[in-house]
């Protein structure tokens, strides 16, 4: 079946530095793809999405782009910040069918000042 | 107010008793989801419905039940609480015809003693 794997956390970074949180996937099909985003308390945000290869999802300054032919969909953000610091979830859902969410086991990021 | 919401927020209950858990939302989505929230297994599937009169098994529905009681309603028991279901619970809506970005409450953090 499909699945996601996410990189192991937590990640721990200071504030300004680079983020990258790498996500792969295993599908049939063309699945769409999303980076969700769970702050402390909170249910999931979407964060930003691609539906096809070599689409760039962005928003809050982050970034990921649908790579098919390494199956990848990995975040990064060039600076960050203290907020920033969640669980982020990368997910697929398959455009067939149910359109059901699959999701990795989530990361979480903290960012010190 | 929030678009999707989920009472109770918590909850403790004893292995055994039957609770039920509820979401409502105001986004006029046909479809609901529920998952469940275990430290690093990301979001599993539960239930998920597209309609009144529809509603699927999930992932893991082993000792859970749901009842879509109305377009904005979507319920989760669990018959027989055990301490293995100790988890945090989330409903989702989507909007379908081929949207698949779903929506969060804010989560139910259950304890079975």
């Known amino acids: 079946g499909d699945s996601v794997t996410q990189m192991e956390g937590p990640v721990t970074l200071s504030e300004e530095a680079f983020l990258t949180i790498n996500c792969t996937y295993t599908?049939?099909?063309?699945?769409?793809l999303f980076w969700y985003v769970q702050y402390p308390g909170e249910g999931l945000q979407l964060l930003l999405k691609a539906t096809k290869a070599d689409d760039k999802g962005s928003n809050k300054g982050f970034e990921a782009t649908y790579r098919k032919e390494t199956t990848s969909f990995h975040l990064e953000k060039g600076s960050v910040q203290v907020s920033d610091s969640a669980v982020y979830f990368c997910a697929l859902s398959d455009q067939q069918g149910a359109q059901k969410l699959v999701f990795g086991q989530g990361t979480r990021l903290t960012i010190n000042p | 107010d929030a678009d999707v919401t989920q009472t109770p927020r918590n909850r403790i209950t004893k292995t055994g008793k039957r609770i039920m858990l509820e979401c409502s939302q105001t986004?006029?989505?046909?479809?609901m989801y529920w998952y469940r929230q275990d430290p690093g297994l990301g979001l599993r599937l539960i239930y998920y419905?597209?309609?009144?009169?529809?509603?699927n098994k999930g992932e893991i529905s082993d000792g859970y039940s749901v009842s879509r009681q109305a377009q904005a309603k979507f319920s989760l028991s669990l018959e027989s609480a055990i301490p293995n279901q100790t988890a945090l619970y989330f409903c989702?809506?989507?909007?379908?015809?081929?949207?698949?970005?779903?929506?969060f409450g804010p989560g139910t953090r259950l304890l079975v003693l």
């Open positions: 419905s597209f309609d009144v009169k529809d509603i």
């Open positions: 989702a809506t989507s909007p379908g015809g081929g949207l698949e970005t779903q929506y």
């Open positions: 599908a049939t099909g063309y699945p769409s």
């Open positions: 986004k006029g989505h046909d479809r």
